[in-house]
């Protein structure tokens, strides 16, 4: 079913990608400042059906450091000169677009697209995830994707593999020589292969996870997390935060729970796992949603600071990632070097 989505609207989108960012895939602020312009709305969203299966698709993203978007603001089009590159390498123009990650800011990246090309409501992640080979194409095995990217300086670099791995660490050395953040597109893929291969509907879930989160945010705990679809995991105050001795990008965040009880939010870039008084509660794919207790703002890991008082949502992570021991293998805290934490779904 095609949907239109309104300007007014954006607000609650975004909110709702901010949820399935699970604690990472950056503030959504850039891009709603970038789609802010109320002459690109309304946008139609299509649904896969509503399009032809041959038509060639491309999915664009941000990579790097969301916080140095902050600082270095992209350019009126920053994806301009990597689409250029994709259609010139597949021969023809891509006329239809579709996020590669379904949550945090890449969650409005295909938006950006709207004038130009025909936006699906399908992504590669439905929440967010740190790695380019965690992408489902990738981790179904289509064959034929490549992907541009920046290098710096209006330089635009091409990857074609037949190893995940390799894409993710030859664009993530371009991003690093570009600056630590800049643009990446997918190509090489169709309408159809997104049908079995990708998530659908990240976007129509974040409108209605956003518009839920704005209607109950001042109702008690237990109702905000009903009406997203969710549970309550835990509340309390943030006492320490302790960093992993094997690897310096995991933490443990210790909180002091309203009963007593102990909890760890094991967090890398995203919110990994839930832990309660040594038993685990939850580990990805669920999306672990941290809040401000006082004010209700939805929380990035880098936002969990000592002596916050802070309440824990799970919410449910896409069903794709479930559909075979393969695919979510990709994405269990195992993916992180985290196997101990395996099985809190």
Known sequence: MVRILEHAQL???????????????????????????????????????DLDP?????????????????????GEAPFAPLIDAAERWFGERIPVVCSLEGGGLNGLTSLLFASKHRVVDADLTGRAVP?????????????????????????????????????????????????????AVFAGFTVGDLAEHAIHGSIARALHLGTAFEAAADAPLSELAEVLGGRV??????MAIDLDANDPHVSAVLVDGEAGEI????????????????????????????????SRDILQVTDLTIARNITIIGLPGPDWWSGSAERIRHVVPSAYGLAELDGGI
Do not use: N
């Open 263 to 294: 909890h760890r939010i094991i967090t890398r870039s995203e919110s990994l796992a839930f832990i309660t008084d040594g038993l685990l509660q939850a580990s990805t794919p669920t999306i672990i949603v941290v809040l401000d207790a006082i």
């Open 54 to 74: 041959a038509l060639p698709c491309l999915g664009a993203a941000f990579v790097g450091s969301t916080m140095l978007l902050g600082e270095r603001l992209p």
């Open 131 to 183: 790695d380019l080979d965690q992408m489902s194409l990738l981790v179904d095995h289509v064959p034929g994707i490549f992907a541009t990217c920046d290098t710096g300086v209006g330089g635009v670099l091409l990857v074609q593999t037949d190893r995940p791995i390799d894409l993710e660490r030859v664009i993530r050395s371009a991003v690093i020589q570009a600056g630590g953040a800049g643009g």
């Open 11 to 49: 607000p609650a989108i975004a909110r709702g990608f901010s949820l399935l960012g699970s604690g990472g895939g950056g503030t959504t602020t850039i891009l709603e400042l970038a789609l802010a312009d109320t002459s690109a709305w309304p946008i139609t969203l299509y649904d896969l059906a």
């Open 233 to 238: 995991l835990g509340q309390g105050r943030i």
